[in-house]
């Protein structure tokens, strides 16, 4: 068999070169991978330290508004401490504020205050030694700016420890001088300050160990506190002394004049105790002895001499006790001496001079009997009867007037006899050296009280007694922001026991800004004035039921309105209230502090009750009220918010009665702007069969969406992203005319579409709503004749260029009233499943840049982070098996790519 060399020959070089070309190929392919590797290990390095050295965060979250709000950057950015320091102390356990729970939205917001600012820095305390150390930080930072609370309490305690010493001194010695019924001692008076330095003591000594504990006690000192204790206690022990040393110096000048037998008062009283016995004689004389029964057959001139003794001594007394009271008058301390007192009979005491009144009295009324039974021509034996009555009478007199005889000599007479220790005691009070050491020190502590800084550390002190806390430090400054201000409940009014339901939302953002503010600002931006119409005045009553005087309030009362005051003080404005249906003229600006008045709607006329008459001084708003409103925005750059809203006509049992907006007038002559308050804002939703129909929504009806800003108005601005939610918004739109000077510019719109809108404005709410009742109603309704159709304004500003007064119409301002601010909002999903989103907070927030804007501080106007649930931490148990399915799936990868590896080798 013949072979072909040449043919094998070159097939075996083609295998070769074949073989050679593929490990080529591979090495190429391995190498590339290697390369590419190592560059994409290069990549990963690089990136990883160009993050490391320049570090950025940047929010990604839905426009950008998942975490701090604009406001609190830039109250972070003008704040002027070179450090804030965040401390969380969140060490519950309790299931309702457990830690576990709360601390890691805490945390979250902890790091974006420290990526923001290079100022802020956080820590995170979890256990009671921490927290010990904390608050001996704190003491230390307060202790040198309280260093003059500290003085003051010092002062305090050491003055009153030798108070103290002297009190107990002094009880003693003056007790021991009531034992031994020294003449001082028949003065009630001196029994009483006996008995009060005695009180005195123990309330010292009580409000001394209270100062101590609230001043140098465990955990911060609470300086306020210990001063309102030493200035309650300082003022009742100086009230007290006082009180006596004027006493002790009223009674020595008595004595020096009642000593002297000689003098003015015991000489005269002396000499007019002789006049008055031989007149009670000649009136014993003149009716004769009540032993004696025989009376005379004419009894008249018995009676006739009587009376007119009578009246001579009646006279006599009437001038005796006007002098005697314009002696006592003069020198009151001597009416104090017991014996200056009478016994009736064990039970009833009188004083002295008394005796004088009433035998006076007792005559001038014999007197007028006497007169009526001569003058009605009474019989014989009815005389002679008067006449046996007045010989007991006359008898009594002389009794009484011996008793004033008989215990006047007795009361000089004690005055001549005061002894040493009594006169030592007045003597003292002479020289000014009764109590005048005490009071001295106490009124120094007094004016060390008075002259001491506000302090504000009262409330800061009383949250450390709290769980779960956040502590905001500057150099010099803290403030402690609690747990409910922190998570507010979201519903407060929610049934309890549920526990699946999230009853708390995360108020960080704003709660944070207050702190800050607070530490930067020791003056508030501006003084919110709430002004209001609640008249004192009764409802209406059926016949014969008795008025009741209760406040009446408007649509949105001032006592629904805690949210609101508690969000303007956490934002750095002052608050308080001028009620216009009091005679009160409005708050008087502070300093250089504006006034910001809040125009809340006024309370409307009472419902008349058909069977009674209203009232003669019932009272309503009316001129008088909207002048006063006038007088204030006539003022030179006046600042408003005028509140509104669709205002329900009153319905009751005696008929309905029109809505009625009570500054309706103002805004249209004085500003051009027209409050539509009759007129309800409805978002439908359209029929799709029915052009002319529409569907009511239950979620939109109490809960309107609209968030049509005005992008370059700064005041809603912010919000035009946001879930804004209104209750019963009525049109606010330009009048026909606008006075010359105002210039007006919209806030808050509802706009016109290309086609079916879904808003419209509606005079006729109750027709509406009896649509939606009526047992033919297929769910829809029809838009009355009246109907205003978008577009139109919900809020409007005005600025009058002459006065420079600027004002805000809030058309959609019902929904700040506490109920509105706190519940949750109801929404239906799948199924008609009801769920719960946040409350409407954003109606806080516009109201908040309103005032800021008015305030002239338009760098504050913001819009809070959306609420929206944080990112929670994978479980141990899940991480491990994610961990293990990661390396799994890797090895499954990896073991793949090696079998075909394998195989194409072969």
């Known amino acids: 068999m013949a072979v072909d060399k040449h043919a094998h020959t070159q097939g075996q070089g083609g295998d070769k070169a074949a073989l050679a070309t593929a490990r080529g190929r591979r090495f190429f392919f391995g190498a590339n991978v290697i390369v590419v590797t190592l560059i994409a290990l290069a990549l990963v390095v690089a990136v990883n330290w160009i993050s490391q050295a320049q570090y950025k965060r940047i929010d990604v979250a839905s426009s950008g508004l998942f975490g701090l709000s604009d406001r609190t950057k830039r109250i972070l950015d003008e704040s002027a401490a070179p450090k804030i320091t965040f401390t969380s102390l969140y060490t519950s356990t309790a299931p309702d504020k457990a830690r576990d729970k709360y601390l890691p939205r805490i945390r979250d917001l902890f790091g974006e205050l420290e990526d923001y600012s290079d100022k802020i820095e956080v820590r995170h305390l979890i256990d009671d030694d921490a927290k010990r150390e904390l608050i001996d930080r704190i003491k230390a930072k307060y202790g040198g700016k309280s260093g003059e609370y500290r003085e003051a309490v010092d002062l305090a305690l050491g003055t009153w420890a030798d108070t103290a010493e002297w009190l107990t001194a002094t009880a003693q010695s003056y007790g021991q001088l009531m034992q031994n019924r020294q003449w001082i001692s028949g003065f009630a008076t001196f029994a009483k300050i006996q008995a009060e330095l005695t009180r005195d003591l123990d309330d010292l000594q009580q409000a001394h160990r209270e100062v101590e504990e609230a001043a140098g006690g465990q955990g911060l000192p609470r300086y306020e506190e210990a001063k309102r204790k030493i200035e309650t206690t300082n003022s009742a022990i100086k009230g007290h002394l006082e009180e006596a040393q004027k006493w002790f110096v009223a009674l020595e000048k008595a004595a ?55 009246k001579i001594l009646s006279a006599w007394l009437t001038a005796e006790r006007s002098r005697v ?72 007199v002389a009794n009484n007037l011996g008793v004033w005889d008989k215990q006047l000599q007795a009361f000089l007479a004690t005055w001549q006899k005061i002894d040493p220790p009594s006169k030592e005691l007045l003597e003292q009070a002479k020289a000014g050296e009764l109590f005048t050491a005490q009071i001295a020190g106490l009124t ?121 005051r508690e969000r303007l003080e956490q934002s750095n404005f002052a608050v308080k209230e001028w009620n216009l249906a009091n005679d009160e003229p409005p708050p008087a600006a502070e300093g250089d502090r504006p006034n910001l008045y809040v125009m809340l709607p006024p309370a409307g006329p009472p419902q ?259 609420t929206a649930p944080p990112v929670q931490p994978i479980e141990t148990g899940t991480q491990h098996a994610l961990q293990a399915f990661t390396i799994a799936w890797a090895i499954l990868v990896l073991a793949a790519g090696g079998v075909v590896m394998y195989v194409r080798r072969r």
Not at 295 to 309: E, G, I, M, N, Y
Not at 344 to 350: E, G
Request: negative net charge.
């Open 256 to 310: 020096a004049m009642m000593a002297d037998p000689q003098a003015e008062f015991a000489a005269a009283s002396l000499g007019k105790l002789e006049e008055l016995r031989p007149l009670v004689t000649e009136l014993q004389v003149t009716i004769g002895d009540p032993a004696d029964e025989s009376v005379p057959d004419d009894a008249t001139p018995v009676l006739q001499s009587f009376a007119r003794q009578a």
């Open 444 to 564: 120094e502590i007094e004016t060390k009280l008075a002259a001491l800084p506000e302090l504000k550390m009262e409330d800061t002190v009383s949250k450390f007694d709290q769980d779960n806390l956040v502590v905001v430090e500057t150099e010099d400054q803290v403030q402690v922001i609690d747990f409910d201000t922190m998570w507010p409940q979201s519903d407060p009014m929610g049934m309890p026991g549920d526990e699946d339901i999230e009853r708390r939302v995360f108020n960080g953002d704003a709660a944070v800004s207050a702190a800050i503010l607070a530490l930067g600002h020791k003056e508030p931006f501006a003084t919110v004035v709430l002004t209001v119409y609640e008249p004192s005045s009764g409802p209406p009553q059926m016949p014969g039921q008795p008025p009741q005087q209760q406040p009446r309030y408007g649509p949105i009362p001032s006592r629904a309105l805690t949210k609101i």
């Open 608 to 866: 008349q009750n058909p069977f009674q008459r209203p009232p003669p001084d019932e009272k309503n708003f009316g001129d008088a009220e909207v002048e006063k409103v006038r007088a204030v925005l006539k003022a030179e750059n006046a600042r408003a918010i005028f509140v509104a809203g669709f205002q329900w006509p009153q319905v009751s049992f005696f008929g309905a009665q029109p809505a009625v907006y009570g500054y309706e007038g103002l805004l249209r002559d004085d500003w051009g702007i027209d409050v539509r308050f009759s007129q309800r804002v409805i978002r439908g939703v359209p029929d799709k069969r029915d052009a002319e129909r529409y569907g009511v929504s239950i979620s939109r009806w109490g809960h309107m969406r609209l968030n049509s800003f005005n992008e370059d108005n700064p005041i809603g601005a912010p919000l035009r992203a946001r879930r804004c939610l209104f209750l019963d918004v009525c049109p606010v739109v330009q009048a026909e005319t606008v006075p010359e000077g105002v210039t007006i510019d919209p806030v808050l719109s509802v706009p016109a579409t290309g086609g079916r809108s879904e808003f419209w404005a509606e005079p006729d709410v109750i027709h509406v709503i009896r649509q939606i009742r009526s047992p033919k109603s297929d769910g829809t309704v029809v838009k009355s004749p009246e109907a205003v159709d978008p577009p139109f304004t919900v809020m409007l500003t005005a600025k009058n260029t002459e006065t420079k007064s600027e004002i805000l119409v809030h058309g959609a301002g019902m929904g700040i009233v506490d109920r509105y601010l706190d519940e949750r909002v109801m929404r239906l999903g799948a199924e008609e499943q009801i769920s719960f989103d946040p409350p409407p907070t954003e109606n806080g927030e516009l109201l908040l840049n309103a005032l800021y804007w008015l305030a002239d501080k338009p760098t504050f106007i913001a819009a809070g982070p959306v």
């Open 325 to 396: 009271d314009e002696f006592v008058g003069a020198n009151d301390v001597v009416s104090g001496h017991f014996m200056w007192a009478v016994k009736v009979n064990p039970l009833v005491q009188i004083e002295l001079p008394d005796v004088l009144s009433m035998t006076q009295q007792n005559l001038d009324e014999w007197d007028q009997q006497i007169r009526q039974a001569l003058g009605s021509g009474q019989p014989k034996d009815v005389l002679q009867s008067v006449v046996r009555r007045l010989r007991q009478v006359g008898s009594d």
